[in-house]
């Protein structure tokens, strides 16, 4: 069965430092998502990623995040200068669906199993 | 804005008895509604939605959901636990009138334990 690979499983930082997790999406996806989970705490959507361009985004996605498809299969999510409470594990999820309007919202989201983020 | 509301934290059930988790949802238009489940030290796996149709849903592992327009919730069913079944689970919902791209509103998660 088709998977969502990301990596590093686990990464420790230091504030302020960069960050970037990746994500490989499953290769007919259209959409690509970004959430995470604090600790102890819901899981929360960042943002969603369609036609090589932001589509929506979340209030926590501020300028310190951006996201990037580099090569046509690797999906990234840069954290610039990371703060302690970005310390969360970070799914990357991708969907089949494509447009709006369509049934694309019904379609289910693939899930990673997580980059755990350590900001010290 | 849409929301999910999952009232309890933990629901503990005996092997061979019925479980049920509970989920309430808002959203302004009509819902599509997902349950998740995430087992330690790995991603969220789908189980089951609704989108339109019949109100019963049935979903992997022998899990089912039920609909309730009226009550405004969906909660997870499954007529026999197994000690397997032990994880944590999310409800989470989006408005149908929104695209693939609007994001997934996740409840905060409700730990499920099977005691044999």
């Known amino acids: 069965e088709p998977e969502v690979t990301q990596t590093p499983s686990h990464q420790v930082t230091q504030m302020g430092q960069e960050v970037i997790l990746r994500c490989v999406p499953i290769?007919?996806?259209?959409?690509f998502y970004w959430y995470r989970q604090i600790l102890g705490q819901k899981v929360e959507f960042l943002v969603s990623?369609?036609?090589?361009?932001?589509?929506?985004k979340s209030e926590i996605f501020d300028d310190q995040f951006s996201v990037e498809r580099p090569d046509g299969s690797n999906f990234t999510l840069k954290i610039r200068s990371t703060k302690l409470e970005d310390s969360a594990m970070y799914f990357c999820?991708?969907?089949?669906?494509?447009?709006?309007?369509?049934?694309?919202?019904?379609?289910?989201?693939?899930f990673g199993a997580g980059s755990r983020l350590t900001v010290l | 804005a849409q929301s999910v509301a999952q009232p309890e934290d933990q629901v503990n059930v005996a092997e061979g008895n019925p479980l049920t988790v509970k989920c309430t949802y808002s959203?302004?238009?009509?819902?599509?509604l997902f349950w998740y489940v995430q087992y330690p030290n790995r991603g969220l796996q789908f189980l089951l939605k609704?989108?339109?149709?019949?109100?019963l849903v049935k979903g992997s592992y022998g899990f089912e959901a039920e609909f309730n327009k009226s009550q405004t919730s969906f909660h997870l069913k499954k007529p026999s636990a197994l000690v397997s079944d032990s994880a944590l689970y999310f409800c989470?919902?989006?408005?149908?009138?929104?695209?693939?791209?609007?994001?997934?509103?996740f409840g905060k998660g409700t730990h499920l334990i099977i005691q044999p």
């Open positions: 999820a991708s969907n089949a669906g494509g447009g709006r309007g369509s049934w694309s919202g019904a379609n289910v989201l693939t």
């Open positions: 989470a919902v989006r408005d149908s009138t929104g695209g693939g791209a609007d994001g997934l509103t």
């Open positions: 990623f369609y036609n090589n361009e932001i589509s929506e």
């Open positions: 959203v302004s238009g009509n819902p599509y």
């Open positions: 609704y989108i339109t149709g019949d109100n």
């Open positions: 290769s007919n996806h259209l959409y």
